[in-house]
C-alpha cells in the first residue's frame, strides 16, 4: 500500500472556503474518476497562530494506481484552480510512502 501526503496552507479567512472547495469539489472530482487501486482519501485541518495548515492523505494499492491518478510525474501535487486561488502556499509535490503495517482496531 502506498500513503500520498501532500500539505497546503491559507489564511485564517480562507480555510473555510479552501475546506468547502475540496470536499465539495476536488475530493468528489477524484472519486468520479474511478482510479482503479484508489482506496481512500482523509482531509484533515489543523489551525495554527497566524494560518490554517491542511493536510491529505490519499491511500493506493500500489505506485500503479497512483500513477493512473497522476501520470508519469506522479509527484507532481494536484491542486486545481479554485483551491489555488485560496492557498497561501503549497506542497508543490506530494510525498510517497510505503505502509509497512497498518492496523484497523476492533470497535
Given at each position: ?32 474518476r ?39 510525474d ?34
Amino acid at each position: 500500500m502506498i500513503c500520498r501526503v501532500w500539505r497546503g496552507w491559507t489564511t485564517r479567512a480562507n480555510a473555510d472556503a479552501y475546506e468547502r472547495i475540496v470536499r465539495g469539489q476536488v475530493i468528489p472530482g477524484i472519486e468520479a474518476r474511478h482510479i482503479p487501486g484508489f482506496v481512500s482519501i482523509d482531509l484533515m485541518r489543523r489551525e495554527r497562530e497566524k494560518d490554517v495548515e491542511f493536510l491529505t492523505l490519499m491511500w493506493f494499492d500500489d505506485l500503479a494506481s497512483v500513477q493512473a491518478f497522476m501520470g508519469e510525474d506522479y509527484e507532481q501535487a494536484h491542486v486545481p484552480a479554485a483551491a489555488r486561488a485560496v492557498l497561501s502556499d503549497f506542497d508543490e509535490r506530494s510525498a510517497h510512502f510505503e505502509v509497512l503495517d497498518r492496523r484497523q482496531q476492533p470497535s
